[in-house]
């Protein structure tokens, strides 16, 4: 037996586990349900609530000689001496016995229930938590069914007190447990709530303006044993036996993060199934059981009064309903007139039978090239597939000796998952590398946090990996050799590389340098390895699905090389507005509204395949109502290359149908042949044409096994209402690397062109409003990012702007009102948050606004 | 015999430094800077110091249990003195604070501490203030800083006043309000000696501890043997309140009885305004309660384990006939519950229920029922708290059962028909039950 594992004994069972292992864990791992309100296996033990009371009896020594004693019978004395011990604090010992079943035991746990109970309101018929509550459960199974206490001694306190506008707390529910103080502490760290005051008057009050200020508040609800937390969204909103959970994913984020939406049929719907809720879903090697108040709380657009619900066509100059047989003749129709002046754009938030199927009307419908992603902003898709991070890797296996580059990203806004998680591997000694034009929130994190001047990001990061090639000392007073030395030295190295400030070439050579920096020593380096390798900080959900597609003007799916390339989006928009390219299909995307596009300038016929009439889909031809992704099912791949599954879960809003529907039906009007009738045969054709998702299929990635801690199942009470996986931890593809020799890449040197003046550079604000957010608004409103322009104190004295006032901001020739926020930027950039997307680092002209007068 | 501890009784303005250098002052400090700092250890084990903060765990045991090596450790003075009827430490900071110090620093030397911090209660403002006049005088002659008495030692002394809570008298939270963290105390191990302040190797003593050190050291481990008894050596400051004609604190030699304790006129100088002693709480609130045949029992750490009693932090309040010991009872209970941290259910919830229900007896509104659901409460507190302080409430409450049954009983509401004899009671509003 291994030296690191223990062997102990629970009511009789033997069970070997790691050193430091708790008492509670290693009976729960033998299926043993110590009780527990305080702990959880995601923090750390206080011993504080009493609940896993047992006895634990050392054997015994003789004092003289150290050897064991024994009874009579050979077998050793064991000394239960101590009373009853808390499980949740006693790490496991050789020898350690455990009784859980005893009288003592028992007695101990009716009597913290009836203490817990003494001051509980007890108001289950009315709690959110009721029929899913750990206290309830757990006074089922070891409480005595009757309380001395007498009613009218009960303490009240109150029982709607908002602790932010997202979550509310009940003080009378609350048991003191500390969980959520523990979790905002020690997870998220975001220490906004703790307790106040002492003994019975101990309660939860949140210390931030404003109230619970932080992304992952949501999380409090979920591991909160009691009805104490709730979220402004779900309070009282239903029972949770009423409610039918289905596995969903994140819509918003390439982490791809496991989420349950429940669902219930509701007369004031019409009887439609409406999403009540959304929770985590246990997937370990994704987001744990965590979600961002994003994931969370930014669903409301699926339900939005605001969707399309049916077929629109322009008659006279007007969009009026039309049926989807007109709509889709008309398509086709206008499509196949075009000839070769025929583009398509998408978004990338789609799944992979949607994209796939536009792919194939374009590339084997209308036999064209012209296809590319509306919005792109991060290059090296197929750079990802060559030295992509190892199947089977988990952040969560980062620690000591290992190194993470993170790359002109600020994954608290853009990620906030990875934020987590990379903020969790540097408390397990894993070193963080950042490389950014200003500080972001992981630098706090981060052993090395470099910087380069706006326009250098590339040349600086050449130098990192130039650097890191040689042997250094690690006694650097450069902070680029001191980052490289740690680089140099790392066990396994991961590398996130984003936008932030970047052009897309900019990126697609940071991508390439990155590649360069984890296949070092010529293929005898990172790359390929478990928990090595390369992750993009795509903006969405399948911006990875997207790349494995084929939505490229280059690449037909599974990064096949075309031996013609058609138009980028850039040279579309352009030909658009001169009037080379006639019909434009725009699936998912709002070019206009982002600014992109600058409206339908010559183009014959526009197609906008969408939730919502955007600014593009306005400007339309043809639009057509698709479903939002709780409507339909498909797959999302995620930036770590995770195949996964999402399911269908609420009724279909009006007459909208699923993208890859209507994609097939407009294939089938160009001569692609009978439409494919289910989303799973889609994929197998998926499957067929992307070499890399061999073996996947939608039974393979429904495949899903018991994970460590577990989480959701019937037991609420150890880890918390998450839900637990039982629709699939899905399938990562594997990446070059892995499987053969990658050549280094070549990356042309630039010249550093320095040009005088301000720079702007965009920044992400993970409430930056856009059409989904826009569209679930209502609750996060007071928490949108605004329009924010900041600039250092000298810069700001420069243009003449103090803190608060108003501004105009112009750079490549597009216009901006904010507000101004001074010292927060270094010198020579200007950084703008809560705005749509800008490339690069354009030179700014900053000009105040006179404020108006207010009478 | 001249005080050991309460020096300032014998030597006027010895809270002054050059007056308490004229008396030996600071030259155990002298003494043990030429020393290894182990022996200096072993000093103090061998004269079997026990600690003043109530637990009487041995002293020397406790500085032996820091790890040698590098890195930051601390001493931390315990100077949060809330046990009701406790006022022994005040005196010492506030009139012979140098033999605190110099206790303090004897105890940095010998676990290789650099930095002393004092955490004194809030409300002892003029002898905190007091005190930190005795560290600005050692600052500034040389005794605190860098390089102490050119011996190339060198530690720094900072001063700080809690927010006024009993549980910040408990070692853990004591660190962690010290911490400026919310002043909860947490479970143990980690021991402070391990991880304490900062995480660091800490060791936490009671003032009056630190305070025996220096005679210690200056005149040896069997000098300070002979006064005591073996298990508990060593004077001892008595906080004697209560029914006694003269309170106060009084430094006696362990081994003492309570009733020498009482009644000669050299200390207590018997029961005020002749009344008849009835019971006597000899550790504050915290310990139980005693009666008549405990009061020849010795005052050392193991004297009263026969009467199902501690000696504690020896603050003992005498009461006399006129007691009522419900009553006693539920003021110590309402001590415990407003001073409960709440970290821990059976505390925060036991004291609240326990407060509520002795109110009611009291008020003689309480039932039959209320007596068992009381005991029992009070039992299914005990032992399955986080700290201590759940323990130290339960006492008054099953120690007045064990020795004055009758008064609960008295108290009770009379079944509705009383049967010609008793009186019939004037109808009381009944808790809605
Ligand atoms: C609730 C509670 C309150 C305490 N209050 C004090 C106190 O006010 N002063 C003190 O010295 N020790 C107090 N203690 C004991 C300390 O935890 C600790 O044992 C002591 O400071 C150790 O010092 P010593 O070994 O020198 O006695 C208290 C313990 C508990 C459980
Ligand atoms: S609000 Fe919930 S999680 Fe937080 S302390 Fe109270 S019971 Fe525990
Ligand atoms: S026993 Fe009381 S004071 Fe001690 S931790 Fe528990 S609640 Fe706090
Ligand atoms: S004390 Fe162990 S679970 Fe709360």
């Known amino acids: 037996m291994s030296d690191d594992l223990v062997t102990l004994s629970v009511d009789g069972v033997e069970v070997s586990v790691p050193k430091g292992t708790l008492v509670v864990d290693a009976a729960k791992k033998i299926g043993n349900d110590i009780p527990v309100f305080c702990y959880h296996p995601k923090l750390e033990p206080v011993g504080m609530c009493r609940m896993c009371l047992v006895e634990i009896g050392l054997p015994m020594r003789d004092r003289a000689t150290g050897e064991p004693l024994l009874n009579e019978d050979g077998t050793p004395q064991i000394n239960f001496g101590r009373g009853l011990q808390t499980g949740c604090t006693v790490q496991v010992s050789p020898g350690m016995v455990v009784r859980t079943k005893t009288d003592p035991v028992e007695q101990a746990r009716a009597d913290v229930i009836e203490f817990l109970l003494t001051s509980h309101p007890l108001d289950c018929p009315i709690c959110d938590k009721g029929g899913e509550c750990p206290l309830q459960n757990l006074t089922m199974r070891h409480g005595r069914g009757n309380s001395r206490m007498v009613f009218a001694d009960k303490l009240h306190m109150e029982k709607h007190v908002p602790l932010g506008d997202l979550i509310f707390l009940d003080r009378e529910r609350c048991i003191q447990c500390a969980r959520c103080v523990r979790f905002q502490d020690e997870v998220a760290g975001d220490p906004v709530i703790g307790f106040h005051n002492r003994g019975r008057h101990l309660e939860i009050a949140t210390l931030s303006e404003p109230g619970f200020d932080s992304y992952w508040s949501g999380n409090t609800t979920d591991i909160c044993p009691v009805g104490a937390l709730t979220t402004a969204d779900f309070r009282f909103g239903a029972r949770p ?65 605001d969707r399309l619900t049916q077929p629109l066509v322009r008659k006279n100059g007007k969009l009026v309903a039309a049926s989807w047989t007109e709509a889709l003749d008309v398509v086709a129709g206008k499509l196949q007139q075009a000839g070769t002046a025929v583009a398509g754009v998408s978004g990338d938030r789609l799944s992979n039978e949607d994209l796939f199927l536009f792919q194939e009307l374009f590339r084997k419908g209308l036999k064209s090239n012209n296809l590319d992603l509306a919005n792109g902003r991060l290059a090296g898709g197929d750079i990802v597939a060559q030295v992509g991070i190892s199947s089977g890797s988990n952040l969560k296996d980062l620690g000591k000796g290992d190194v993470v580059v993170v790359v002109a990203s600020d994954l608290h806004e853009e990620v906030p998952v990875w934020w987590l998680r990379l903020k969790q591997a540097a408390e397990r000694g894993a070193a963080i590398v950042t490389l950014n034009v200003r500080g972001t929130r992981l630098d706090k994190y981060a052993k090395h946090a470099l910087r380069y001047v706006p326009g250098e990001a590339v040349a600086t990061l050449r130098q990192l990996v130039n650097q890191s090639k040689v042997e250094t000392d690690g006694q650097s007073d450069d902070p ?82 075309l031996p013609e390339a058609g138009l980028d989006a850039h040279a579309m928009y352009e030909g658009a507005a001169s009037g080379t390219v006639k019909a434009l299909y725009v699936l998912g995307a709002d070019p206009i509204g982002d600014g992109l596009m600058d409206g339908r300038g010559k183009l014959d016929f526009l197609v906008v395949q969408e939730m919502f009439l955007t600014a593009t889909a306005a400007a339309a031809d043809v639009v057509l109502p698709a479903q939002s992704w709780v409507e339909r099912e498909g797959t999302f791949t995620n930036a770590e290359r995770r195949v996964q599954r999402y399911y269908p879960a609420i009724t279909p809003v009006g007459d909208s149908r699923a993208d890859w529907q209507i994609l097939a ?67 990562q593809w594997v990446a070059a690397a892995e499987s053969g020799k990658v050549g280094m890449f070549e990356v042309a040197e630039t010249a550093v062109k320095s040009s005088p003046g301000l720079k702007l550079v965009r920044t992400a604000a993970l409430y930056t409003p856009g059409t989904l957010i826009s569209h679930s608004a209502a609750l996060l409103g007071p928490r949108m990012a605004q329009p924010t322009l900041s600039l250092s104190t000298a810069d700001a004295r420069k243009v003449g702007v103090a ?8 750079a490549n020739g597009m216009t901006m009102t904010a507000t101004a926020r001074v010292g927060d930027a270094p010198d020579g950039v200007a950084l703008i948050s809560g705005v749509a997307y800008v490339p690069g680092t354009a030179v700014v002209q900053i000009r105040k606004l006179q404020e108006e007068k207010v009478a | 015999m001249a005080h050991i501890l309460l020096r300032h009784r014998d030597v006027e303005n010895i809270h002054q430094l050059d007056v308490y250098r004229q008396h030996q002052g600071y030259e155990a400090l002298q003494k043990v800077l030429g020393m290894e700092p182990a022996a200096v250890t072993n000093i103090v084990r061998d004269s079997g110091l026990r600690g003043r903060g109530g637990a009487g765990f041995p002293t020397g045991m406790k500085w032996g249990f820091i790890p040698k090596g590098a890195g930051e450790k601390y001493v931390v003075i315990n100077s949060d003195e809330s046990e009701m009827g406790t006022f022994k430490d005040r005196e010492l900071l506030e009139r012979n604070p140098h033999q605190v110090i110099e206790g303090a620093l004897i105890a940095a030397y010998a676990i290789g501490a650099k930095q002393i911090y004092n955490y004194c209660r809030g409300e002892f403002m003029d002898a905190g203030y007091a005190f930190e006049q005795a560290l600005k005088d050692c600052y500034a002659n040389g005794l605190l800083g860098e390089n102490i008495l050119g011996s190339g030692f060198s530690c720094d002394f900072s001063m700080y006043f809690g927010a006024g809570a009993y549980i910040c008298g408990e070692e853990t939270a004591l660190l962690n309000s010290l911490m400026g963290n919310l002043g909860q105390p947490w479970s143990k191990p980690p021991f402070p000696a391990v991880e304490g302040l900062y995480a ?52 006696i030699i362990m081994g003492m009885t309570y009733r020498e304790l009482i009644y000669s006129e050299a200390y207590g100088g018997g029961i005020s305004n002749g009344k008849a002693f009835k019971a006597m709480l ?84 309480g039932t039959q029922e209320d007596l068992q659901t009381l005991r029992s409460v009070a ?17 008054p409450v099953l120690s007045t059962f064990r020795h004055f049954p009758q008064e609960y009983e008295a108290k009770i509401k009379p079944a509705a028909a009383v049967n010609g004899q008793g009186k019939k009671q004037t109808a009381v509003p009944v808790a809605a039950d």
């Open chain 1, 241 to 305: 036996w009423e409610l039918t959970p289905v596995a969903t994913l994140s819509p918003h984020c390439p982490s791809g993060s496991n989420m349950t939406v429940s669902t219930r049929r509701e007369a004031k719907a019409g009887g439609r199934s409406v999403i009540k809720r959304v929770m985590p879903r246990q997937h370990e090697a994704v987001n744990e059981i965590w979600i961002s108040d994003k994931d969370r709380f930014v669903h409301h657009f699926a339900e939005s009064a």
């Open chain 2, 200 to 251: 660091r190797p800490t060791v936490v003593n009671n003032t009056e501890t630190l305070a025996n050190v220096p005679p210690i050291i200056l005149n040896g481990a069997e000098w300070y043997k002979q006064f005591g008894t073996d298990r508990s050596p060593g004077p001892k400051i008595v906080c004697l309140s209560g029914h006694v004609n003269k309170p106060g604190n009084y430094e």
């Open chain 2, 379 to 395: 039992s299914n507190i005990g032992g399955r708290t986080l700290c201590a302080l759940g323990d130290f409430a339960i006492n």
């Open chain 2, 282 to 365: 000899p550790s504050g609130g915290s310990g139980p309660v005693v009666v008549e045949d405990a009061l020849d029992a010795p005052m050392t750490y193991e004297g009263l384990t026969p009467f199902g009693s501690v000696m504690g932090s020896a603050s003992v309040v005498i009461m006399d006939e006129t007691v009522d010991m419900v009553w006693m009872a539920m003021k110590c209970v309402h001590f415990f519950h407003h001073e409960s941290c709440g970290k821990c259910t059976p505390c925060r919830e036991g004291t609240y229920w326990m407060e509520k229900l002795l109110k009611r007896i009291y008020k003689g509104q």
């Open chain 1, 665 to 731: 039906q407009v294939g089938e009007r160009v001569g692609l042949g009978k439409p494919a009738l289910a989303a799973s045969l889609v994929f197998r054709d998926v499957v067929k044409a992307v070499k890399q998702y061999k073996g996947m299929d939608y039974r393979s990635l429904a495949k899903y096994e018991k994970q460590w801690p577990d989480v959701g199942g019937d037991d609420l009470y150890y880890g918390g209402n998450a839900y637990e996986n039982r629709s699939g931890l899905g399938q």
């Open chain 1, 803 to 810: 803190d608060g006032n108003r501004v105009e901001v112009t």
């Open chain 1, 480 to 561: 680029i050799a001191a980052a490289a030395a740690t680089v140099g030295s790392a066990g396994n190295l991961v590398a996130f590389y984003g936008a932030e400030g970047l052009t897309y070439d900019e990126t697609e050579s940071v991508a390439k340098l990155l590649a360069n920096l984890l296949l070092l020593k010529n293929g005898d380096g990172h790359a390929g390895k478990k928990n090595n390798g390369l992750i993009p900080v795509w903006p969405h959900n399948n911006t990875q699905g997207a790349w494995d597609m084929g939505i490229h003007p280059s690449f037909a799916p599974g990064y096949k090389a």
